[in-house]
């Protein structure tokens, strides 16, 4: 079946610093990858997307390249703000399953000092 | 980015007892979903709707629960009977259309069961 896994633990960096978190994932199909973001007390919400190998998503100084040879979505900043403290989902959705249904990575608390 | 309601936010209930919770999208769309998240673990997906029934649901979605959109308007997920395992963070989602694979997400009704 569809999955998706997000390295482990809690990411602390500095205000500026790059940020990457891992993302890889494993289809039977050829999934559409989405990075969501979770910011204290909200919902989720599209940071951004991919729909095709080789595809870079990119939204709010954010970018993630869809890697079908390493089947990976990682998701990179490279500067971070105390803003950007959030919890980010990498999820798939597989067109091929007509209802389009999400599958989740366990999430990346990052948190961001000033 | 469309926007989606839910309420009430969060519901504090008794165990045993039904519980409804309500997603109001505010534009029109034809994909509904249910998705929950346990405090800590992964967003899991739970049913999806469409053209006023289920298309499809996961192993959690058992007897207990129910899904239906009775206005046209707002979707509903009703619990009967209430676990302590149900405290959850409830998302709606919706897709616009077959065309898309983007799904939008509800700010989420946290529920307590005691």
């Known amino acids: 079946g569809n999955s998706v896994t997000q390295m482990e633990g809690p990411v602390t960096l500095s205000e500026e610093a790059f940020l990457t978190i891992n993302c890889t994932y494993t289809a039977t199909g050829y999934p559409s990858l989405f990075w969501y973001v979770q910011y204290p007390g909200e919902g989720l919400q599209l940071l951004l997307k991919?729909?095709?190998?080789?595809d870079k998503g990119s939204n709010k100084g954010f970018e993630a390249t869809y890697r079908k040879e390493t089947t990976s979505f990682h998701l990179e900043k490279g500067s971070v703000q105390v803003s950007d403290s959030a919890v980010y989902f990498c999820?798939?959705?597989?067109?091929?399953?007509?209802?389009?249904?999400?599958?989740f990575g366990k999430g990346n608390q990052v948190v961001v000092i000033p | 980015e469309p926007e989606v309601t839910q309420t009430p936010s969060h519901q504090v209930t008794q165990m045993g007892q039904e519980v409804i919770l309500r997603c109001v999208p505010i534009?029109?769309?034809?994909?509904f979903y249910w998705y929950r998240q346990i405090l800590g673990q992964k967003v899991e997906f739970l049913v999806s709707?469409?053209?006023?029934?289920?298309?499809?649901k996961s192993e959690i979605f058992d007897d207990q629960f129910s899904v239906e959109r009775p206005d046209g308007s707002n979707f509903t997920l009703k619990i009967r009977s209430t676990k302590l395992e149900d405290s959850a963070m409830y998302f709606c989602?919706?897709?616009?259309?077959?065309?898309?694979?983007?799904?939008?997400f509800g700010p989420g009704t946290r529920l307590t069961v005691l």
């Open positions: 999820a798939l959705s597989d067109p091929l399953r007509g209802n389009n249904r999400l599958a």
């Open positions: 991919a729909t095709k190998a080789d």
């Open positions: 534009s029109n769309h034809l994909y």
């Open positions: 709707f469409y053209n006023n029934e289920i298309s499809e």
């Open positions: 989602a919706l897709r616009a259309s077959s065309t898309t694979d983007t799904q939008y």
